[in-house]
């Protein structure tokens, strides 16, 4: 069994992109910018968005921060996304799900100028990534594809159970993994809560992608032996044994599933920190003009 090490790929990933970065500010004087939108004080989001300013930092990006109380309207979120749409300083805008219950996360997304959606939420980007073209690729996705090329996985031919059809990891990881592209090229079954004889679907994997949101939902029994199995999971558990005050547990039931899998991913140290630097790489794609010119 190996582990696929999240800190590891991604922070040599950052030092490329700081490279990049670096260059970027030279040649155009500025430095590529994402401004994130978050609205509430969830917890999750709260340190998500944090990390994701953190990083900015770190590479060398400029990166501004809206807060807005949950309270606010969904006319007034959707106002300040246009603004962010046409100031040509930003790169990249995102705005942090989930959203209150009163705000239409489908609108707030289709909002967002396609060109600046560096999330690759935007029936645009998504549309883009099915037809193979070039897009925003949406980040837990992107890093995933990141990890398993950091690692040489060879996934041509193989078959990929996904598990969960979320918009923002399910749906479109089950696209990429059968496009014709590396990693990609597998037989793709997805899979959902009204899937039937799932354990019996999970067991034909080679590669097993768990995005279901359940603590410990994959189990030991489920898995092919010599399985690449990613998790996305990050399922939050109040704890006073840690200094955060919670525990984080992913999909798959870590410590039974690793002996029988070829690669695994940890949680935490695994898709999360890549989610963060697929984000990177598309604000620096944005600013370099790569994907709309
Ligand atoms: N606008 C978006 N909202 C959400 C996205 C997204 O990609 N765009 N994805 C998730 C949350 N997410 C990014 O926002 C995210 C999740 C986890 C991590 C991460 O670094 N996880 C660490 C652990 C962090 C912790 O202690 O909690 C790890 O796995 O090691 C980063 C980003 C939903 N919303």
């Known amino acids: 069994m190996n582990i696929l090490d999240g800190k590891h790929v991604s922070e040599k990933i950052k030092l490329e992109i700081a490279d990049q970065a670096a260059a970027f500010l030279h040649d155009a004087g500025r430095k590529p910018h994402l401004v994130a939108i978050l609205v509430g004080n969830d917890g999750g989001s709260e340190t998500y968005v944090a990390s994701k300013m953190k990083n900015c930092e770190k590479v060398g990006f400029q990166s501004s921060l809206y807060r807005f109380d949950t309270t606010v309207s969904e006319n007034e979120l959707l106002d300040k996304v246009r603004e962010i749409n046409a100031d040509p300083g930003v790169d990249g805008l995102i705005v942090q799900l989930p959203l209150p219950k009163h705000i239409d996360p489908e609108k707030v997304t289709e909002a967002i100028d396609p060109k600046k959606d560096v999330d690759g939420f935007h029936p645009i980007n998504l549309g883009r990534m099915v037809r193979n073209l070039p897009c925003y690729l949406p980040a837990t996705p992107y890093g995933i594809l990141l990890m398993l090329q950091a690692y040489n996985i060879d996934t041509a031919g193989k078959h990929c159970v996904v598990v969960g059809r979320s918009n923002i990891v399910g749906m479109p990881m ?13 037989t793709v079954t997805l899979t959902h809560s009204k899937t039937r004889d799932l354990k019996e679907q999970v067991l034909q994997a080679d590669v097993i992608v768990a995005a279901i949101g359940k603590k410990n939902f994959i189990t030991a029994d489920m898995v092919k032996p010599g399985a690449v199995v990613i998790d996305v999971g990050i399922n939050r558990e109040v704890s006073d044994q840690t200094k955060s005050g919670y525990k984080l547990y992913g999909d798959v039931d ?12 940890p949680v935490p140290g695994g898709v999360g920190l890549m989610t963060i630097v697929g984000l990177l790489k598309n604000t620096l794609a944005s600013a370099r003009k790569e994907i709309y010119g």
């Open 174 to 186: 089950s696209i990429l993994m059968a496009r014709n592209a590396n990693p990609g090229n597998c």
């Open 254 to 265: 870590f410590e039974n599933v690793a002996p029988k899998s070829s690669y695994i991913t």
